[in-house]
Nanobody, 121 residues
C-alpha cells in the first residue's frame, strides 16, 4: 500500500528557515511530486511541484524563498523554506499525481497527512 509520510513541521521564527520531507512508501516510479498548503481560513493552494526530470514550478508567493527538490532513489521530496513569513503559516501537504507501485500497478492522486508549520515570534 502506497503512503506519503511527511516530516519536519514545527515552529519557526520570522526570517528563519525550515525543511520539510515527504517519503512515498512502496512506490517504484513517481511522476509529479508537490507541496500544497492550507492556511487558516483559506483554501488549499499549490506551493511548488517538481517533475521526475527535475522541472519545477512555484507559487508567486514563495518564488525566491522556497526550493523544492527530490531524490528519486529514495522516493522523497523536500521543501526548503527560507525567509519565512507569518503568512507562510499553514498545514503543508505532500502530493503525488501518478506512480507505479511495488505491485507494478499504476495509481493516482496521493496525499500525505499534513504537517503544521507555524511562523511566529
Amino acid at each position: 500500500q502506497v503512503k506519503l509520510v511527511e516530516s519536519g513541521g514545527g515552529l519557526v521564527q520570522p526570517g528563519g528557515s525550515h525543511r520539510l520531507s515527504c517519503v512515498a512508501s512502496n512506490a517504484v516510479t513517481i511522476w509529479i511530486m508537490a507541496w500544497y498548503r492550507r492556511a487558516p481560513g483559506r483554501g488549499r493552494e499549490l506551493v511548488a511541484q517538481v517533475t521526475s526530470e527535475g522541472h519545477t514550478n512555484y507559487a508567486d508567493s514563495v518564488k525566491g524563498r522556497f526550493t523544492i527538490s527530490r531524490d528519486n532513489a529514495k522516493n522523497t521530496v523536500y521543501l526548503q523554506m527560507n525567509s519565512l513569513k507569518p503568512e507562510d503559516t499553514a498545514v503543508y501537504y505532500c502530493y503525488v499525481d501518478r506512480l507505479i507501485d511495488s505491485d507494478n500497478e499504476e495509481e493516482f492522486d496521493f496525499w500525505g497527512q499534513g504537517t503544521q508549520v507555524t511562523v511566529s515570534s
